[in-house]
């Protein structure tokens, strides 16, 4: 006689609120990529998680959180919170948003490890009023190493320095970056004498596929403050290509920041694609050269 099949054991309705977030240890998310499921299962619920920091980290690293559903149809735009502490007013969101006909899509967000943060929270929930009684979503953690080995450099100071190798015309000097996470903006300078008479910047990253999420940028800063350069590509599915010469108006330390393109209609942060390298080039010329001289694109 055949045993009788046993049902799964039902999914238990934690993690509610903040304080249980930190509280329950089954509201904690390993960084081990170890799945959690549970349910948007009532009007207006709210899951949260935490993450918490690890052994001691040696090099640059990321949190990957992902969440989604497996089914091929849920009410549920499923939307991904991360309170992390360079947000304190307001988190980083992703929504995966699918007409109602279509199978849900997976929100991803990537985010930069700070050991010294005592805990991060997340949440999940729908952005507007559905929720899903017959399918749990999966969230997992995971800590990945960041490709891009001159992190972190969101800041002038001290950013990345160009190193510049002397040549027949001035000199010239390469670097490269990954735009990897959230709001990732990769600041490097470089030093310019006064018998320098023109500054060109070239930014190039192949095409890939599938696109990525954003557009490449670059913005070039003079010792004052001034933006006499401002490039950004038109299209996410191609190659980039940026260029620009501009006349060296004077000596000291100019800047190029590089970062993803964030329209005036776009209220949220620009999201990291750990596939993004580019390359930046710097040349400075000791004679007037009249090409490009960098206005400002949209």
Request: proline share 12%.
């Amino acid at each position: 006689m055949q045993a009788p099949t046993r049902a799964p054991a039902p999914l238990t309705d934690a993690c509610n609120s903040r304080e249980e977030a930190l509280t329950l240890s089954e509201c904690v998310l390993p960084l081990d990529n170890t799945p959690r499921q549970a349910y948007v299962g009532a009007l207006y619920d709210s899951d949260w998680y935490r993450v918490e920091p690890v052994a001691p980290v040696t090099q640059p690293a990321i949190i990957r959180l992902r969440a989604g559903y497996a089914v091929p149809q849920t009410p549920v735009n499923l939307t991904l919170d991360a309170w992390v502490p360079f947000t304190p007013a307001r988190p980083t969101s992703r929504v995966n948003r699918h007409a109602p006909s279509a199978a849900p899509g997976p929100v991803e967000l990537l985010i930069p490890y700070a050991e010294e943060a005592d805990f991060r929270l997340l949440t999940l929930r729908d952005d507007t009023t559905a929720f899903d009684t017959q399918s749990p979503y999966t969230v997992q953690a995971e800590l990945l190493p960041d490709p891009d080995g001159h992190e972190p450099n969101n800041l002038p100071i001290p950013g990345t320095a160009i190193p510049l190798t002397a040549t027949a015309e001035g000199a010239s000097g390469t670097s490269t970056g990954v735009l990897a996470t959230e709001g990732d903006v990769d600041c490097f300078w470089f030093e310019v004498p006064a018998s320098t008479r023109s500054i060109s910047v070239h930014l190039t990253a192949e095409a890939f596929s599938p696109e990525l999420p954003f557009r490449f940028s670059y913005l070039l800063l003079t010792p004052e403050g001034g933006i006499p350069a401002r490039q950004t590509a038109q299209d996410p599915s191609a190659a980039t290509d940026l260029r620009s010469t501009t006349p060296a108006s004077s000596a000291g330390r100019w800047k190029v920041w590089v970062q993803a393109y964030k329209g005036l209609d776009q209220d949220f942060v620009m999201p990291g694609d750990l596939r993004s390298r580019y390359t930046l080039e710097v040349r400075l010329s000791d004679t007037e050269a009249p090409g490009d001289a960098g206005t400002p694109s949209p």
